[in-house]
């Protein structure tokens, strides 16, 4: 058994895919997902955090196939008692995979259909996970089968951007989720869209504006891009500020009093 250090918990249909870190040497570090004893999805309750150290089997899997290259053996995560902050989890991913433009995310150009999300095909890509740092991103809530959705625009340092990501982070689903409850009345998603983007947007700058962009499951050819983890994680406080701005344009007599944010 070996200790890593869960970096990203992203939303599947059945449950969580998980991807921790394995420091392989000083200041280097790699991912690695460890699978649960079956599927591909860790099931509910999850007891772990992201920043946690586990224990686990760092054998890769035999049947591994490109790009998820990333794949352990099945087995369990064990907790340690120890956890880092934020600041030093995305210290740590910058230390592991990292790219500034698009094709290095993952060794292939992303294609797009119709200017909707990317993708890549699955024989061309070298690996399944990788960061990189984000300029600028946009928001827009969306509603399917499962409720209330999130995709982001980003753009990059590089000066490329990727349209409609779904952002499958665990932390922000739940975010949003508080913030606006599980549907919105299809004619107030686009108000409660600016809410969102009003709220967060300044806040989602500097030196820990990070993504970790993953590859889904091959289908028909295809892994589609995703928004694995998106730094800053959400705040109580921008909870607060969201829920203060859908009161004002709700049918609330006395709006709540506006929220204070303590300064950066």
């Excluded at 980003?154 to 913030?179: H, M, T």
Aim: contains cysteine; glycine residues 8%; hydrophobic residues 40%.
């Amino acid at each position: 058994m070996a200790e890593v250090i869960i970096s990203d918990i992203t939303i599947m249909r059945d449950g969580y895919c998980v991807i921790a870190l394995d420091e392989v040497g000083p200041g280097l570090f790699r991912s690695v997902r460890p699978m649960p004893a079956w599927g591909f999805a860790w099931r509910t309750p999850f007891p772990h955090q992201r920043g946690d150290h586990v224990e686990c089997d760092l054998r890769a899997r035999k049947d591994a196939q490109a790009p998820h290259t990333e794949d352990l053996q099945r087995g369990e995560l064990n907790a340690t008692g120890r956890k880092v902050g934020e600041a030093e989890l995305i210290r740590y991913l910058c230390q592991a995979e990292f790219s500034e433009n698009l094709h290095d995310l993952f060794g292939a150009n992303p294609q797009t259909s119709g200017g909707g999300n990317a993708w890549v095909a699955s024989g061309e890509a070298t690996r399944s996970i990788c960061a990189c740092r984000y300029r600028q991103i946009w928001f827009q809530l969306f509603q399917n089968a499962e409720g209330l959705r999130l995709r982001a625009r980003l753009g990059l340092f590089s000066g490329e951007s990727l349209r409609s990501l779904p952002v499958v982070d665990r932390e922000w689903q739940r975010f949003i989720e508080a913030a606006f409850g599980p549907r919105i009345p299809v004619d107030q998603v686009k108000q409660s869209t600016a809410n969102l983007n009003r709220t967060v947007y300044p806040r989602l700058r500097g030196k820990s504006a990070l993504a970790r962009i993953g590859l889904a499951r091959e289908s028909a050819g295809r892994c589609w891009l995703m928004l694995d983890s998106l730094f800053p994680q959400p705040q109580e406080v921008w909870l607060k500020r969201i829920r203060y701005l859908e009161g004002m344009r709700g049918e609330m007599g006395h709006p709540p009093k506006e929220p204070v944010e303590n300064a950066d």
